[in-house]
Every structure is written in structure tokens, then in C-alpha cells.
């Protein structure tokens, strides 16, 4: 069983910088896509960033320049880099897997596996 914990959410000001992380367990890590997606209060759950198998990583427009995805594989743990936040930044933030994807990488859909979120808050 895939388990996902994140960490790193907090509370900054506008223009500021966080670094989410997402520890993964239960499964062998470079077999997993992986995903960050957040969700703000009375909105729908969206794709943030999201890395293949194969290391290709996809960007959503809203953040392109502004938030990176890496891994560390010996940790098996994937970062979020957010950086020029923005108060529509503001959201709970999910990591998310799935072992095999092709496409729909922003769509919440197809991931099986979730973690359990961590807020982010961003001030004007």
C-alpha cells in the first residue's frame, strides 16, 4: 500500500517562498507518477505540477515559472518548490501517485494514492 505524507505548508506573504515535500512509502518510488494538486475552499481540485515515470515533468500554466517539481530518490520524496507566491496561491496542497499514467497528468481522476494535505496560506 502506497502512503504519502506531506509537510512544509504554512503561512507567507505575497512574493514569498515554501518548499512542500512528499514523502512516499509502501512502493517502489521510480515506479510511481506523481502529482502535486491543491484545493481552495469552495473550488474543485486541481493539477499543479505533475512528474512521469520517465522524470517528464508538466507544469500547469498557472504556476509555469514559478513552482518546480524535484525528487530525491534515495528519500523517495518529491518537493514542490513554490516560489513568487500569490494570494490565489492560497490552497490545501495534496501530493498524489498512481503507478502507471499516460496523460490526464491534471486530472485528480486516475491517482490512486493520496496524502493527507498541507495548507497553504498566502497574505497581500
Known amino acids: 500500500q502506497v502512503q504519502l505524507v506531506e509537510s512544509g505548508g504554512g503561512s507567507v506573504q505575497a512574493g514569498g517562498s515554501l518548499q512542500l515535500s512528499c514523502v512516499v512509502s509502501?512502493?517502489?518510488?521510480?515506479?510511481?507518477?506523481m502529482g502535486w494538486f491543491r484545493q481552495a475552499p469552495g473550488k474543485e481540485r486541481e493539477g499543479v505540477i505533475a512528474?512521469?515515470?520517465?522524470?517528464?515533468?508538466m507544469t500547469a500554466d498557472s504556476v509555469k515559472g514559478r513552482f518546480t517539481i524535484s525528487q530525491d530518490n534515495a528519500k523517495n520524496t518529491l518537493y514542490l518548490q513554490m516560489n513568487s507566491l500569490k494570494p490565489e496561491d492560497t490552497a490545501m496542497y495534496y501530493c498524489?501517485?498512481?503507478?502507471?499514467?499516460?496523460?490526464?497528468?491534471?486530472?485528480?481522476?486516475?491517482?490512486?494514492?493520496w496524502g493527507q494535505g498541507t495548507q497553504v496560506t498566502v497574505s497581500s
Open positions: 498524489a501517485a498512481v503507478r502507471g499514467l499516460k496523460g490526464r497528468w491534471f486530472d485528480p481522476g486516475p491517482y490512486n494514492y
Open positions: 509502501g512502493y517502489s518510488y521510480s515506479q510511481l507518477a
Open positions: 512528474v512521469a515515470r520517465s522524470g517528464t515533468t
